[in-house]
């Protein structure tokens, strides 16, 4: 239980582009402490670097997908001509890319893994910390019937 609220995800960073995540430079750690959910990002070779500190009641929604490498498709696109541009537009078809997006009033903070084992754990972790489980409310023992004599 305790592994739960201190669950973590790790990956590079990214960024709404439209409506298509996309993939950008740097490292990612979101860290969900007991009722906080903190991210660091370190990106472009360490020169930015932000911190986030947000309530867990501040999180609206977590959004998990996985879509193609859109930067090899139009990678591929004016390289038609030769052989090369079909092979890139196969591979971001096949080559997907795994995101976590954790929505908030404030920021949006988007996450692309690798292991797909922890991003379940931290979704549950976060969701639980959300809406806690409330302990049953114990039933008060039934009276005993007294006797009148």
């Known amino acids: 239980m305790q592994s739960d609220r201190n669950a973590q995800i790790n990956g590079n960073p990214g960024k709404i582009v439209g ?11 979101i860290t969900l402490n007991g009722d906080i959910v903190q991210a660091y990002s370190d990106s472009f070779f360490g020169l930015e670097n932000e911190q986030f500190f947000i309530p867990v ?12 490498t859109w930067w090899l498709f139009w990678l591929g696109l004016p390289t038609l001509t030769i052989f090369v541009g079909v092979v890139l537009i196969v591979l971001a078809f096949l080559v997907k890319q795994r995101y976590l997006i954790l929505h908030t009033s404030q ?31 114990p039933k008060p023992p039934a009276p005993h019937p007294v006797n009148k004599d």
């Open 19 to 29: 409506m298509i995540p996309i993939k950008t430079s740097g490292s990612m750690k």
């Open 57 to 68: 009641r501040e999180v609206k929604a977590i959004q998990i997908g996985q879509g193609c």
């Open 107 to 137: 920021v949006t903070l988007i996450v692309f893994y690798k292991r797909t084992e922890k991003v379940a754990q931290f979704r549950n972790a976060i969701l639980e910390a959300r809406h806690p489980k409330k302990p049953p409310i």
